[in-house]
């Protein structure tokens, strides 16, 4: 007798489908159901399923009483933001966050305010060209994200799988894409799955140079009303205990690990216990390790990996400019610029376009940022060589 393991959350959001073993899910939440369409009624499945990631407000139900099912709770929580009794993402922030509500409203004003932002989310139509430029921006993003955290992305690991995977699902609505633009550049891509009406946030990052303006959060706010204006009646963000999902979600649930048999067999029932054995001892074991885990990660993140290091000034009023020569930050040569640039926009509440840099020092890399009635000058220590190597500025 065979042992069928299951990824039960990853089949209804990653495959858009309910494992044939199961009737249907029932939302106790709602008392909703979602039938499944390749369920064969009647058939018994001989083997021993173990069944994982099933989360408390999805749950798989059998169309026959001729099986046993054993239950463990995992050790991993899942996150969600269920949007019933709300009509808009303001709505539903004034309710999580009460008296922090504007703070969330005021991170995307300041974007808006400091940039040309626009969104697009792309669902059931994209041009292969378009998602070819986003996926690259995505990975571009990934990478130094990751290399800014000293950590590895579980995504690039499989960039090509899911570079491969996410074209067709958005054109056929199991997936979408969200974009947010600075002008034309994508500054955050995020990929997201479609299961009856229930987004799954998967995969996202963004432009590191933007990291002040708490793209994250804009990211839930704007994916949050996408949801509402398309009939879907929650946000789905995984398991992972992460500080943003506690935040945002208003339903933190448990994960089952189901081992399903035939009744009447025993082989199935030895094998059933057996496998259920295993499940237990392997949660016990992954509770201990996790907490090992968890210490390993802190300590890498204590080391990061070094970054060009600079001396900011405090924003001042415009009084003396001292002579220096104009530069164009956006040009490759000057990328290390970027972040400090849209840091004072940030405090300065400047738009960039009305913003110049002026060189003051080659020799000792020393900058003064301009805006319409601020100014702040920096001095970075560790540039890179190419910085140095320029015949003209």
């Known amino acids: 007798m065979k042992t069928v393991r299951i990824d039960y959350f990853f089949e209804l959001f990653e495959k858009n489908s309910i494992p044939k073993l199961f009737s249907k ?79 969330i409203r005021r991170r995307i004003k300041r974007l808006e305010a400091c940039f040309q932002i626009s969104y697009q989310t792309f669902y059931g139509n994209i041009e292969k060209e378009q998602y070819d430029f986003f996926m690259d921006s995505l990975e571009k993003m990934l990478i130094r994200r990751f290399k800014q955290r000293n950590d590895t992305s579980q995504s690039l690991l499989r960039w090509e799988y899911y570079k491969n995977l996410y074209f067709s ?52 706010y704007k994916k949050l009303d996408w949801c509402l204006a398309n009939d879907h009646v929650s946000y789905e963000m995984g398991m992972g205990d992460l500080s943003y999902k506690r935040e945002w979600s208003n339903h933190i649930y ?96 400047e738009n960039v376009s009305n913003v110049s840099v002026l060189q003051l020092n080659k020799q000792e890399h020393s900058f003064l940022i301009i805006g319409k009635s601020k100014m702040q000058h920096v001095v970075f220590e560790n540039v890179p060589d190419k910085i140095d190597n320029l015949n003209s500025v």
């Not at 909703?32 to 173990?50: H, L, Q, R, W, Y």
């Not at 949007?83 to 309710?95: E, F, M, P, T």
């Open 254 to 349: 448990n994960f089952e690990h189901q081992i399903i048999y035939p009744k009447g067999s025993v082989l199935a029932s030895i094998k059933g216990n057996i496998e259920f054995l295993k499940a237990t001892i392997k949660e016990f074991i992954f509770k201990i390790a996790y907490v090992r885990y968890k210490n390993y990660k802190a300590k890498r993140k204590k080391n990061p990996i070094l970054s060009i290091k600079s001396e900011v000034s405090p924003i001042e009023a415009i009084n003396n400019v001292p002579d220096g020569v104009q530069i164009d930050f956006n040009k490759e040569q000057y990328t290390f610029l970027r972040k400090t640039v849209y840091d004072f926009l940030y405090a300065a509440i």
């Open 25 to 103: 899910v029932h939302d106790p939440k709602n008392e909703k159901t979602i039938e499944n369409p390749d369920f064969n009624k009647g058939t018994i499945d001989n083997a021993v399923n173990s069944v994982f990631f099933v989360p408390d407000y999805l749950q798989p139900v059998l169309g026959s009483d001729s099986y046993t099912i054993k239950k463990i709770e995992q050790f991993f929580k899942g996150y969600a933001i269920v949007l019933d009794g709300h009509d808009s993402a303001d709505a539903y922030v004034k309710h999580r966050f009460r008296s922090n509500a504007k703070g």
């Open 169 to 220: 699902l958005i054109n056929e609505k199991k997936a979408s894409m969200l974009v947010i633009f600075d002008r034309n550049q994508p500054i955050l891509v995020s990929l997201n799955h479609h299961f009856h009406g229930r987004l799954f946030s998967a995969i996202s990052s963004y432009d590191i140079d933007y990291g002040k303006y708490s793209l994250g959060s804009v990211e839930i």
